[in-house]
């Protein structure tokens, strides 16, 4: 198991935005009324938010970020690092953190990369921020993260459509000499490529007439190999095995106790296995927030939404010990520790 110990860094405050547009599972003509009813009851998600066309996961970082720095009081001068992480860029190239550094207005001597990351996407890019403000070199930096998922699946895959949503967050990073930092652990497993994948599209198979066509798939269902498709039994049996082995094998190595964690905020696949995990780790209900009720499974985005959403009043008005946990696409997966003290958590966004 990979740990990584990343001292003198701590989180400074954290934004989302999501766009305004509603799509309730409730009205998804595809199911009947009973299979609806059924679906929401097991994934936990009554309605997500759907991007227009035009709007892109940068745009919806860039407003998360804008916002948070000007509450955060920062200089954008001082901003020394910008990541983004997406696996729904802007374009092929250039990289859209690029972009976002000068849309924000950084300092052209701002050290800019893209991560292209699924679900442990957060995860990962916090330790990659961190590892680069850790020595002091940079003092300020950003991690933007974000996914437009509802055009990674096709709106006739009944296993696809009512799970996803689209958000885009901003999480502030900072060098304080001496403040404990922060701690990760981080595996993947290559082997499970296949249990989420879009087939077509990239420089491996292309696009062609086949990769348009919407048809029934192996599984049933129907999409085009554009879309992402999903084995859902290979992800639920990676997720419920290594989710809570990677937040065990953390606490264990830190030597906290379970009850010290004030918050366990996971990756929000869906309900029906997120509480799989929950009861497996024997970890309290009220520990354990959830956005995928309002908004689905955001990919990438959905640990600092779940924060925004559900812990604002905590991270502004008390200190906390946090731990994150990711798992997903790849198959990659891992788990965060830090602490927060009255941090900066803004109202959700719109956009």
């Not at 129907?222 to 094998?249: E, H, I, Q, Y």
Request: glycine share 8%; aromatic share 8%.
């Amino acid at each position: 198991m990979a740990f990584i110990d990343i001292p003198n860094v701590v989180v400074k405050g954290f934004s989302a935005c999501v766009p305004p547009d509603i799509d309730e599972n409730i009205n998804y003509s595809l199911l009947t009324e009973e299979e609806r009813a059924k679906v929401i009851s097991s994934i936990g998600v009554e309605r997500k938010r759907v991007a227009k066309d035009n709007v892109s996961a940068s745009d919806l970082c860039y407003k998360a970020a804008e916002k948070l720095i000007e509450e955060l009081h920062w200089d954008k001068n001082d901003i020394g690092c910008l990541i983004f992480v997406s696996q729904t860029p802007d374009y092929i190239l250039p990289a859209t953190s690029c972009l976002l550094q000068h849309r924000l207005g950084l300092n052209s001597e701002c050290y800019t990369l893209d991560i292209s990351l699924g679900c442990s996407g957060w995860v990962y890019g916090l330790s990659v921020l961190s590892s680069l403000l850790s020595h002091g070199n940079i003092k300020k930096g950003l991690l933007l993260v974000g996914d437009i998922t509802t055009r990674l699946g096709c709106r006739e895959d009944t296993s696809y459509w009512p799970l996803f949503g689209d958000a885009g967050t901003a999480t502030a990073v900072e060098y304080v000499e001496g403040a404990s930092g922060m701690y990760f652990h981080t595996a993947t497993d290559g082997s499970g490529a296949e249990a989420i994948i879009i087939p077509d599209g990239a420089y491996r198979n292309g696009i062609s007439k086949e990769s348009l066509k919407i048809e029934v798939d192996t599984d049933g269902l129907n999409r085009s190999k554009l879309n992402t498709k999903m084995d859902g039994m290979d992800v639920f049996a990676f997720a419920v095995s290594k989710a809570p082995k990677s937040v065990a094998a953390l606490l264990e190595k830190l030597q906290i106790p379970q009850e010290d964690i004030d918050c366990f905020v996971f990756h929000q696949a869906n309900r029906f296995l997120n509480e799989k995990i929950r009861k497996k780790l024997k970890i309290d209900a009220s520990k354990v927030p959830y956005s995928l009720l309002n908004y689905g499974n955001t990919s990438c985005a959905t640990i600092p939404l779940t924060l925004v959403t559900e812990r604002q009043e905590q991270l502004q008005n008390s200190r906390m010990n946090i731990v994150g946990c990711a798992f997903g696409v790849g198959l990659s997966w891992g788990s965060v520790y830090f602490s927060t003290e009255n941090i900066i958590c803004l109202d959700l966004i719109e956009y």
